[in-house]
């Protein structure tokens, strides 16, 4: 829960929400413009009108956590330690944001296997050729298969490694672990989840082909493998979690072969490979620690992944507040979504054409997905994994059919996955080991309904 929900003001208004009931609350969508202080609400998130514009100011779960809270006098009990403030002026018009709910739902696509939350139990599904299904095996399955944890409330997975958080804030991983991939310092592969070392306090994961990362509770993003993950301004690999060079953290998402965090008050930055400029701060120059990609100030979400045109590229990609999106670096694939057809890296933000009411965003190998906040999603980039029905490539985004109600998206590698309102889910892109998770490996390029969820 935020900080800022110690402060009496806070409380007072939270207490008027819980008076008012959740039920009474108008759908609104963030930063689109409100005439009056009511409250409002999305799908996962609670509104007031402020300045003129809807901002958010909790998660429903805040609320549910708030609300017992309250009850027994207890409202300063689960707030995180609060962290510093940042060395720079913030700009001058600014974003608080809280962390990514935890849920016991949840999925991630894959490259070839996908895992999913269920009830707090973690499952995966498709190839197994690392123990990236966390079964004790290496035999590909087309049905879920169960890890052995419980209590998930995050779930992550990339190539040949799989990775979630349990809500003890505890981190687990397993399949390859070439290069510190698990993060529990020993750099070999695993058939079951282990423990990533000296993590207790983690609230969200996020794992690619080279490294990954966890965002604490109070702010931080750890990372380990390949040396660009790091962001402490080391290079070397990192078998175990280091402490990256940043604080205020929101949200992590390692990419291919960089890592991009997003702050609380809307900045992004990013650390790592930069041959597509998947920096975004106008260079191809690598860091080793976090820099602040250009012309992002307000943002909500952030994503990175792709493989990118050179074999250290990648590509980035922010939601704004106002509902838009802009990407970053490579665009072999037009997963830019600018509308251009020539393909070009962009060493600095540029827009995606037509889409001005987002609200979460996810990168995969050469394809890009937004989740709109009426729930329906759009892709863009490489054709068959766009969730269109077609084998077309776009350079804007295209629907994706029947898909009405997401509230979350995923996508590391070839197969795109949206967590449904209802707790169910859809998949879409590759299915070649059953990783979309419909029980088969028949060819689909349009959603194909997830078994087992809820």
């Known amino acids: 829960m935020s900080h800022r929900l110690r402060t009496i003001g806070i409380a007072l208004l939270s207490l008027t929400v819980i008076a008012a009931g959740l039920t009474g609350c108008r759908t609104a969508r963030i930063g689109a413009r409100c005439a009056t202080t009511d409250f409002g609400q999305t799908a996962t998130q609670i509104l007031q009108c402020k300045r003129g514009r809807w901002r958010v100011i909790m998660t429903k779960a805040q609320y549910v956590q708030l609300l017992i809270a309250l009850k027994n006098n207890a409202t300063t009990t689960t707030a995180p330690p609060t962290t510093a403030p940042p060395t720079t002026a913030p700009p001058a018009t600014t974003t608080t944001l809280a962390p990514p709910a935890a849920s016991s739902y949840g999925i991630a696509g894959g490259y070839e296997h996908s895992c999913a939350v269920v009830s707090g139990a973690v499952r995966c599904v498709g190839h197994n050729q690392y123990g990236q299904l966390g079964n004790g095996t290496t035999t590909n399955s087309v049905t879920w298969v169960n890890t052995g944890i419980t209590g998930g409330v995050w779930v992550s997975a990339a190539s040949t490694t799989s990775c979630a958080v349990k809500s003890d804030g505890t981190a687990w991983c397993w399949g390859n672990g070439a290069g510190g991939l698990l993060g529990n310092g020993a750099g070999a592969n695993s058939l079951v989840p282990v423990q990533v070392s000296g993590v207790t306090d983690a609230t969200q994961i996020s794992i690619s082909p080279n490294g990954g990362c966890v965002r604490t509770s109070s702010g931080l993003a750890k990372c380990w493998g390949d040396a660009a993950f790091r962001g402490d301004g080391v290079s070397s690999v990192a078998l175990a979690p280091v402490t990256a060079s940043i604080t205020e953290v929101v949200k992590v998402a390692a990419g291919t072969h960089s890592a991009c965090a997003l702050k609380s008050d809307g900045t992004v930055w990013c650390w790592g490979s930069n041959e597509d400029g998947q920096l975004g701060n106008g260079t191809t120059a690598q860091s080793l620690v976090p820099v602040q990609v250009s012309g992002i100030e307000n943002a909500v979400d952030v994503a990175s992944g792709g493989f990118g045109s050179s074999s250290f590229g990648g590509a980035a990609c922010a939601v704004l507040q106002n509902g838009t999106v802009k990407c970053?670096?490579?665009?072999?694939?037009?997963?830019?979504?600018?509308?251009?057809?020539?393909?070009?890296?962009?060493?600095?933000?540029?827009?995606?054409?037509?889409?001005?009411?987002?609200?979460?965003?996810?990168?995969?190998?050469?394809?890009?997905?937004?989740?709109?906040?009426?729930?329906?999603?759009?892709?863009?980039?490489?054709?068959?994994?766009?969730?269109?029905?077609?084998?077309?490539?776009?350079?804007?985004?295209?629907?994706?059919?029947?898909?009405?109600?997401?509230?979350?998206?995923?996508?590391?590698?070839?197969?795109?996955?949206?967590?449904?309102?209802?707790?169910?889910?859809?998949?879409?892109?590759?299915?070649?080991?059953?990783?979309?998770?419909?029980?088969?490996?028949?060819?689909?390029?349009?959603?194909?309904?997830?078994?087992?969820?809820?």
């Open 328 to 454: 970053w670096g490579d665009d072999s694939r037009l997963q830019m979504g600018d509308g251009d057809a020539s393909p070009a890296v962009h060493l600095t933000a540029t827009s995606v054409v037509g889409l001005t009411d987002a609200s979460k965003i996810s990168l995969g190998f050469y394809t890009a997905c937004a989740v709109r906040t009426t729930g329906a999603v759009k892709c863009w980039g490489l054709g068959g994994r766009l969730g269109d029905g077609t084998i077309t490539p776009s350079s804007t985004p295209v629907d994706v059919v029947g898909v009405t109600n997401a509230v979350r998206i995923s996508s590391v590698g070839t197969t795109t996955c949206a967590l449904l309102s209802t707790n169910g889910a859809k998949c879409w892109g590759d299915n070649d080991f059953g990783e979309a998770g419909a029980g088969n490996t028949d060819a689909s390029t349009s959603p194909l309904t997830v078994v087992g969820m809820p």
